[in-house]
């Protein structure tokens, strides 16, 4: 049998066998690398080289900048002040807490980047606001983990300077903007089924908001919203760099959360500091081992592989592409979204630029498949943070979620086969 051949089985079979055990992902990729190396009787020093090289990149500072601006701001109390914000714009509309839920996960995830963080801020407000008014706690709990999914897809996400990076440089500030009309699209898909599942169950308006409340309600949700305006000013003005920007909206959070409106003591950023510190460095590993592993996959020409079988398969760009989302629905339940965005962007980027597929777009299919993953068992982080926040189990928060999950598959086929509303605003700002 042909060594190259043997190699890759060996690298497959053994990451599949470190998965099967549990092993953390990180550890999979750098064991299952290492293991591939010593076959091939290739150096062990380059498996240091790729994992260092891998993460020597001045944009990867971006990440978490973003990831601690998100946790100063939901540490300082103003998811509260984003949920106002909302429900003075739509809390009026019949099942009005519903649309006010989708709604604040946006803004909040123009700040925090994370379906998860979005899920557990909102969340831990949303979900006993609406269960007190009546909503089904079921309901309650699909609504948000579904709405949640818009921080992974909305700038600043820093999944997609993730992607950027494993994609060789692709233009962060083109990226940013690419998810901003599908983040759009998605809002309205999820206000549109919530709104009618809202009639259907009979759920009310919301109490009108005292009209001498209104002139705070605009300051403090604009405020609130205000470090997303630094970032994404800074980028699309060409004044800072993703980095820069970053930390500058870091700094203006600080300022704000804790100088500001001071709802947290300055002791608590202590442990804003460690939880960020925490996620960066698993980040940064996965970031490292995933290097590792891709320049393996590009030695034994597994992409090319990949490319030829797809092109082997059909030569329609439309079928391949439903190859494609299939195949990354179906890896989105057993695999976390940072991992599954480091391996198969070597993997399929190839394929997809092959058939005319921009890396821009195909980063935002990407992304929203992987953003989809953390809804379903087994993985699922968002649904079981949501699940826990609710006090429902996982069958009944999956079933709750399912109405939603169909119109976000509508949404994924939208930005799949219909590239301009992906494309549009990067093209305007070249």
């Known amino acids: 049998m042909d060594e190259q051949l043997v190699a890759a089985t060996l690298l497959c079979s053994a990451f599949i066998g ?16 290492m293991a591939t190396m010593i076959y091939m009787d290739v150096p062990l020093a380059v498996l240091g080289q790729q994992m260092i ?22 540490e300082g109390g103003l998811a509260m002040r984003m949920v106002n914000l909302a429900y003075l714009l739509v809390g009026r509309i019949r099942g009005g807490l519903a649309l006010v839920n989708c709604v604040a996960c946006m803004f909040f995830g123009n700040i925090s980047g994370s379906a998860v963080a979005d899920a557990s801020s909102i969340g831990s407000v949303m979900i006993p606001m609406m269960k007190k008014k009546g909503y089904d706690a079921d309901y309650s709990v699909g609504l948000t983990i579904s709405s949640a999914i818009q921080g992974v897809v909305v700038p600043p996400s820093h999944n997609l300077v993730l992607y950027s990076i494993v994609a060789g ?20 898909t999820l206000m549109t089924v ?43 003005s060409g004044l800072f760099t ?24 300055l002791s608590a950023i202590i442990p804003v500091l460690k939880r960020t510190f925490r996620i960066v460095l698993m980040v940064y590993f996965l970031i490292a081992a995933s290097a590792a592993f891709g320049w393996i996959l590009a030695y034994l020409k597994i992409p090319v592989l ?18 494609i989302n299939i195949l990354l629905l179906l890896l989105g339940g057993p695999m976390d979204m940072a ?51 609710g006090g429902v189990s996982l069958t009944q ?34």
């Open 306 to 323: 990949v490319t030829d079988f797809f092109l082997s398969v059909s030569d329609s760009p439309i079928v391949i592409m439903m190859l």
């Open 53 to 74: 090289q891998g993460i020597s990149s001045f944009s990867l500072l971006a990440i978490p900048f973003f990831i601690l601006t998100g946790q100063i701001m939901g």
């Open 339 to 389: 991992p599954m965005i480091l391996i198969m962007t070597p993997i399929l980027l190839p394929v997809c630029t092959a058939i005319g597929i921009d890396p821009v777009h195909f980063g935002l299919i990407l992304i929203f498949n992987a953003g989809m993953g953390l809804l379903t068992p087994p993985v699922g982080t968002v649904l079981f943070v949501g699940c826990a926040i």
């Open 242 to 265: 993703a980095t820069e920007s970053g930390a500058m909206a870091a700094t203006y959070a600080f300022i704000l959360a804790f100088g500001f409106y001071r709802e947290a003591p």
């Open 169 to 188: 440089g692709i233009s962060i500030k083109s990226l940013f903007l690419a998810g901003i009309a599908p983040g759009f699209i998605l809002l309205f």
């Open 18 to 33: 470190f998965m099967v055990l549990r092993f953390p992902v990180a550890l999979v990729l750098a064991f299952s690398t």
């Open 397 to 430: 928060g999956t079933k709750a979620m399912m109405p939603f999950f169909y119109a976000m598959i509508v949404v994924l086929l939208l930005i799949t086969y219909v590239p301009q509303t992906v494309m549009w605003l990067p093209t305007m700002f070249k």
């Open 194 to 236: 919530a709104y009618i599942m809202a009639r259907k169950r009979g759920y009310q308006k919301g109490d009108p908001v005292p009209k001498e409340k209104v002139p705070g309600i605009l300051l403090h949700g604009i405020l609130s919203l205000s470090p997303a305006f630094v970032i994404l000013g800074g980028i699309l």
